[in-house]
C-alpha cells in the first residue's frame, strides 16, 4: 500500500498562488514517480478574505490545521491591508500556534545561478541558518505609554527561555551532525552587547556542545555574521540564531545565493506540524503576470518532502532545481529568467520524470 499525505495548502496573496501551483505540479510529479500519494485541502487564509469578512483565521483554523501533515504556504501580505494585520495574524500566529520552533533556511548557491559575490562559486555558499521561531523579540511582549506625547515611552521585550532557546540549539547540533559537511556549529549572537539574552543562549550552547564532541561549536557576533557572508561564506556550515537575527541574516543570504526566488524556508514542529514557504513575500506588482520565479516554492515543497519522510523525493526536488538552474536559467528575477512561471515548473517537472 502506497503511503498518503495529507497537506495543506494557503496559496495566500500577490504572486502565492502562481508560485504554489507551480510546486504542486512538482510534488504531483514526485508521488507518482516514488509511488506514495498527496492529498492537498486548500484554505483561503490571506489579504483577499481578510478584506472580505475582517478575519485573519477563523477560531477553529488551527486546530484544523493540526491535523495535516504538512502546510503548504505561497506569502501572505496585501497592499491593502496595512502592515502588520496579516503578519501577525496569519504567520506569525501559526508559526507561534502550531509550536514551529525552527525556522530552517538553507542557504546554497545553485550551479549556474549568478551571486552577487564575484569571486563565489557553489563551492563557497553552502549552509544552513537554523533560527528560532516562537520567542525573542517577536514574542510580541512590551508596550506603551503616554501614546502621541512627547513623554511617549516604547518597550519591546526579547523574550529568551532555558527550554526554548535549548532546543533550538540541540535541534541544530543534531542537524549539523546529520547533514555531515564540515560538522561545525555556529552561533550567531551579540554577547558584547546583550548581555541578558545572549548569555543564556551562550551558556546553553557551550553546555549542550559537550554532548556533541565530534561537532566544532563556534560562535560570531551577528555584525561580524554580515561581514562574513560577503566576504568568506564558505567559513559556515550550520548557524543557530535568535529569532530577530536569523530574520536579518537569512535576508542577505538569500541575496548571495541568488535572491528571493529561489530561497526556501521551513517552520518545523518536529513533533507537529510544520510548514513551508518561499521565504520571499508577495511581490504584489508580478501578480498574474506568469512571471514570478516559482524555483523557492518549488525548493519549499522539496523541504517539505524531506519532513514528511520522503527524504529522497525531497531531494530528486533539489536535483532537478539544480539542472535546471545550471542548463535553462540564468538570471532566477522576476521576469529575467527567459521562461515564464508555468515554463520554470513544467521544466522541474519534466527532470524529476525523465
Ligand atoms: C520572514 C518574514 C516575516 C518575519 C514577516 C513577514 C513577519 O520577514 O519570514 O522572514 O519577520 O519572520
Ligand atoms: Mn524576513
Request: aromatic content about 8%; some cysteine.
Given at each position: 500500500m502506497?503511503?498518503t ?115 563565489k ?11 528560532e521561531?516562537?520567542e525573542?523579540l ?16 516604547a518597550?519591546?521585550?526579547?523574550i ?21 559537511r564540515?560538522?561545525k ?9 546583550l ?5 543564556l ?5 557551550y ?5 556533541y564532541?565530534?561537532i ?13 557572508f560577503?566576504?568568506?561564506?564558505e567559513?559556515f ?18 541575496m548571495?545565493?541568488?535572491g ?19 521565504i ?37 526536488i ?6 535546471v ?6 538570471n ?23
Open positions: 502506497s503511503k499525505y495529507n497537506i495543506a495548502v494557503i496559496p495566500g496573496d500577490g504572486t502565492g498562488p502562481e508560485v504554489v501551483r507551480e510546486g504542486i505540479k512538482v510534488l504531483q510529479a514526485s508521488s507518482k514517480k516514488n509511488k506514495f500519494s498527496l492529498e492537498m485541502d486548500y484554505f483561503d487564509f490571506g489579504g483577499e478574505r481578510f478584506l472580505k469578512t475582517g478575519e485573519t483565521l477563523p477560531v477553529n483554523a488551527v486546530e484544523d490545521l493540526k491535523k495535516y501533515d504538512a502546510i503548504y504556504l505561497g506569502a501572505i501580505g496585501h497592499p491593502d491591508v496595512k502592515p502588520g494585520i496579516l503578519e501577525k495574524g496569519i504567520l506569525l500566529k501559526l508559526r507561534f500556534e502550531l509550536d514551529q520552533y525552527i525556522n530552517l533556511r538553507p542557504v546554497k548557491l545553485y550551479p549556474g545561478v549568478e551571486s552577487p559575490l564575484k569571486e562559486g557553489p563551492e563557497h555558499i553552502d549552509f544552513v541558518v537554523i533560527r521561531n516562537t525573542g517577536y514574542a510580541g511582549a512590551g508596550g506603551v505609554l503616554k501614546k502621541g506625547t512627547p513623554d511617549e515611552v518597550v519591546q521585550e526579547s529568551n527561555t532555558r527550554k526554548g532557546v535549548e532546543r533550538c540549539v540541540r535541534f541544530a547540533f543534531e542537524y549539523c551532525r546529520k547533514r555531515n564540515m560538522k556549529l555556529t552561533l550567531c549572537g551579540k554577547t558584547n552587547v548581555t541578558f539574552a545572549f548569555d543562549w551562550e551558556r546553553t550552547f553546555e549542550v556542545a559537550k554532548e564532541p565530534d566544532k561549536a563556534d560562535y560570531a557576533h551577528v555584525d561580524a555574521i554580515t561581514m562574513w560577503v566576504k568568506n561564506p567559513w556550515d550550520v548557524i543557530v540564531t535568535d529569532n530577530m537575527f536569523g530574520d536579518i541574516i537569512t535576508d542577505l543570504g538569500a548571495i545565493q541568488g528571493m526566488g529561489i530561497a526556501a524556508g521551513g517552520n518545523i514542529n518536529p513533533a507537529g506540524t510544520s510548514m513551508f514557504e518561499p520571499g513575500g508577495s511581490a504584489p506588482k508580478y501578480r498574474d503576470k506568469n512571471m514570478i520565479n516559482p524555483l523557492a516554492a518549488i525548493c519549499a515543497a522539496g523541504l517539505m518532502l524531506e519532513q514528511i519522510g520522503q527524504e529522497k523525493a525531497g531531494r530528486e533539489e536535483k532537478a532545481v539544480m539542472d538552474t545550471s542548463k535553462h536559467i540564468k532566477l528575477a522576476a521576469g529575467q529568467m527567459g521562461h515564464t512561471t508555468t515554463e520554470v515548473g513544467d521544466l522541474v517537472v519534466e527532470n524529476i520524470l525523465k
